[in-house]
């Protein structure tokens, strides 16, 4: 996760507390499981520019649907409107649980109508507050064993609340989580240990679980009945591990299938888990290229892998 990501995380989650929330529907592309998906912080600098023929253009290359980064969206009825226009699904979100009160999280994912409601970064604790919220996310890179029983508390919660309003709830990883602790229990241990597998699924970031120098494949295969999606990520890089979140590990992101992370085995793993959503993350900035010039060889990619 890039700074600027986290930035726009606390900074953006104020913006989608003001949505009005009007009935649900369910945003399902009539094919979209038989393609791969594209998380939307990817394309979030030309969304922005032109929200409609961004999504427009990411039906086009041929992603079925995309993963919303819901702290980007200033009006989700015009955004699902515009996703109909493209013809594309959203059958998940990135959403910002802990950062702003549950409820009008859910309220969000409610509205957006998406199956899954994932939290792009969970904090150990509440970070209401833009204050709170960057004091918070600044920590992650410097959490303790008892942090992440704390987020594990924490996803819990989330995640029975989110059951009440029809949603699951899931847990999207990136490095920090596996650092190591004394006796090499990892971080990402404790959350599996902590969590009720009812109530807490899995989006593996494939990428950033080689990155903190664990392997998805293995992780995959053994929470196969957890891991419901998965991230598509590369790196020019995975040794030594990368632990923190930032421009180190940032600057060594580079396009899909160029890079050294093992990701045809964690689609391989995925695959035989029965993972639902197939899903390209590639963290900007884009090297010698445009993000939907990227989203394109991405998707080539991922599309590639699932045709095989």
């Not at 427009?56 to 041929?62: N, V």
């Not at 200033?74 to 109909?84: E, H, N, R, V, W």
Request: proline share 5%.
């Amino acid at each position: 996760m890039s700074l600027s990501r986290r930035g726009l995380l606390v900074r953006s989650a104020a913006v989608m507390a003001g949505v009005q929330v009007a009935g649900v529907k369910r945003m399902f592309g009539a094919d979209e499981k038989s393609k791969p998906g594209v998380q939307m912080y990817m394309v979030q600098a030309d969304y922005k520019k032109d929200p409609a023929g961004t999504l427009k253009q990411l039906a086009a290359i041929g992603y079925g649907y995309v993963e919303a980064f819901a702290m980007g969206i200033s009006s989700i009825p015009d955004f699902k409107k515009m996703l109909a226009d493209a013809g594309l699904g959203c059958p998940a979100g990135h959403f910002g649980f802990g950062f702003m009160p549950t409820e009008k999280v859910l309220d969000q994912a409610s509205e957006l109508g998406v199956k899954y409601a994932i939290s792009s970064v969970l904090p150990p604790g509440p970070a209401n507050g833009a204050a709170a919220a960057a004091g918070m996310m600044a920590k992650m890179n410097h959490l303790t064993a008892d942090d992440f029983k704390g987020m594990a508390a924490n996803a819990n919660q989330i995640g029975e609340a989110a059951k009440k309003k029809g949603l699951q709830f899931a847990y999207h990883n990136h490095n920090v989580e596996f650092k190591k602790f004394e006796g090499g229990q990892t971080g990402y241990d404790i959350l599996l240990k902590e969590t009720d597998p009812a109530l807490v699924k899995l989006e593996v970031d494939a990428g950033w679980v080689a990155a903190g120098g664990s392997d998805p494949a293995k992780l995959i295969s053994a929470h196969a009945d957890l891991v419901k999606l998965i991230h598509f990520k590369d790196f020019s890089t995975v040794t030594p591990p990368i632990n923190e979140l930032g421009p180190e590990a940032g600057g060594h992101i580079v396009d899909l299938g160029t890079g050294v992370a093992p990701l045809k085995a964690a689609y391989e793993a995925a695959k035989k888990a029965g993972v639902e959503y197939f899903i390209v993350d590639h963290d900007p900035p884009f090297k010698g290229k445009t993000a939907l010039e990227a989203a394109k060889l991405d998707y080539a990619y991922v599309a590639g892998l699932m045709k095989a």
